[in-house]
């Protein structure tokens, strides 16, 4: 793909705004690429993800992804002492097929937890919730709900989970390179007669930026990076909306020394357009998935700081080691032989453990509000110390819990 497809309402959007302002923040750039309401990636119609979309996911693997998940939930409410009105909440769901999965296995394997919940959908993007509500009505009407932002969440009363799948590396980002002693933004800019884009350099655009930059410190001469301050935003909204439970986000991502290391020279930004790798995230904005990997450890420390308390930090294949084992046991025990059903499922874990791919790119960070013993999730049981693994300071914060 070349610039020369650049010529969309989105494209000449964006080139208008420099013209009147100057160059904008790649943050902003990729803000308009991905959520711009009519013109934005993810606000297209029948935007798909798997084979026919541009990437895959582990909801898009198959069924079994969120029927494992929802076993999980099953054990949280369980270890909660299972309470009354228990909330899932997810937020980037998308098509809702991963709701629709949890709420399936659970009215089936759980009457009792399925009597007590509330599925609430967080979802600020009309098209998708219209999609999550044509999947999920019929079978689930009395059972979800839809907010429009976390901020929406009744928090006096929401005991539970908040759970997001590739949610915060889907967030847009500022891009920054390490020159001649400093830190310096990434903006977009246009020139030349047919007001091409391309990067150019500039003085950091906000002071959280900097702040950010101080903490991940000097790099070698011409580092590039991203920060991600949505994502560490994020964890401090979810600290405010939970009174008590636990909070799981799974994404592409490391810790902040790794994630920051010299092994990654040029970053983790890219962009993808049906499976394929594309190097200039110019060429169709608007029709190409944006995304970059997430640092779980500032993530973490915002959620330490908001009063949640670190209990997981594990990849995906360690964590379905555990997880796996309360869900399959109950299914093989007994039968002599698979179903064709179980098969699938087999298949289907294969690919979300593999270590190659799913099992070792994607992490789990965990959370909690008031039940530490939620660190005996049968998913966290082949996890390490998860503050040791994200490089956290010692000891945590003291947070004051309440009663
Ligand atoms: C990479 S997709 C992942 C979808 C799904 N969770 C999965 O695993 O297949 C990212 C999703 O996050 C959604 N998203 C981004 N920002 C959001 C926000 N602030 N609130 C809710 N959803 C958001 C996007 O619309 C998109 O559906």
Known sequence: MSQAETKTELADLIRERIRRNGPVTFRWFMEQALYHPEWGYYSRPNQKIGREGDFYTSVSVGPVWGRIMASQFLAAWKIMGRPHAFAIVEQGAHDGRFAYDVLSWLSRNSPELFEELVYVIVEPNKNFEAEQRVLLTQNFKEKTKWLKGLMDLDTSAFLGVIFCNELLDAFPVHRVVFQRGKW??????????????????????????????????????????EVNLKAINW?????????????????????????????????????????????????????????????????????????????????????????????????????????????????????????????????????????????????????????????????????????
């Open 184 to 225: 310096w933004e990434l903006f977009v800019d246009i020139s030349g007669p047919e007001d091409q884009f391309h990067l150019s350099l500039g003085d950091l655009s906000i002071d959280s930026l900097r702040r950010q930059l101080e903490i991940i410190g000097p790099r070698e001469e011409n580092q590039m990076a």
């Open 235 to 403: 964890a401090s909204d979810v600290s405010s909306a939970l009174r008590a439970g636990l909070v799981l986000a799974v994404d592409y991502g490391m810790s902040r020394t790794e994630l920051y290391s010299s092994a990654r020279p040029h970053g983790t930004f890219r962009c993808y357009h049906k499976h394929r790798l594309v190097d200039d995230p110019f060429a169709a904005i608007g029709a190409t998935d944006m995304t970059c990997h997430v640092d779980f450890t500032s993530v973490a420390e915002s959620g330490e700081r908001g009063g949640l308390q670190v209990i997981g930090f594990l990849d995906q294949h360690h964590f379905l080691v555990g997880a796996s084992q309360t869900y399959f046991s109950p299914l093989i025990e007994g039968s002599g032989k698979m179903s064709p059903d179980l098969q699938a499922e087999l298949r289907q874990l294969q690919a979300l453990m593999h270590p190659s791919t799913m099992g070792m790119a994607f992490h789990f960070l965990a959370m909690v509000k008031h039940v530490p013993e939620l660190k005996n999730l049968p998913g966290l049981s082949f996890g390490d110390d998860p503050r040791k693994a994200l490089g956290l300071c010692q000891p945590p914060p003291v947070n004051d819990y309440g009663s």
